[in-house]
Nanobody, 123 residues
Framework: QAQLVESGGGLVQPGGSLRLSCAASGLAFDYYAIGWFRQAPGKEREGVSCIDRHDESTYYADSVKGRFAISRDNRKNTVYLQMNSLKPEDTATYFC????????????????WGQGTQVTVSS
């Protein structure tokens, strides 16, 4: 049974950094694009970043370009999201998701989801 588990969230001051991890099990990890999404209270889930499965192309939402970096370690079945220069508007629950086709900003295309990790940016 496929499972994705996020970790690394927490409380951080504006301008600080966090690194989120998404550990996968029960699926052929190499064959999945992995995306990060976030959802703040009262808002829709939005795509943050994604790393493709073959050429490892990366994609970022405009709101996080230059501040966030996504990477994957296929030996560890893990994807990372390094988040720097965090802002209060980055506060949300962050989810990772796996797509057997390709990166997409549309949540409905993803096959598997984690339970989420909370990121709070506040002084």
């Amino acid at each position: 049974q496929a499972q994705l588990v996020e970790s690394g969230g927490g409380l951080v001051q504006p301008g600080g950094s966090l690194r989120l991890s998404c550990a996968a099990s029960g699926l052929a990890f190499d064959y999945y694009a992995i995306g990060w999404f976030r959802q703040a209270p009262g808002k829709e889930r939005e795509g943050v970043s994604c790393i493709d499965r073959h050429d490892e192309s990366t994609y970022y939402a405009d709101s996080v370009k230059g501040r966030f970096a996504i990477s994957r370690d296929n030996r560890k079945n893990t994807v990372y999201l390094q988040m720097n220069s965090l802002k209060p508007e980055d506060t949300a629950t962050y989810f990772c998701a796996a797509d057997a086709r390709a990166c997409s900003s549309t949540p409905n295309t993803y096959d598997y989801w984690g339970q989420g990790t909370q990121v709070t940016v506040s002084s």
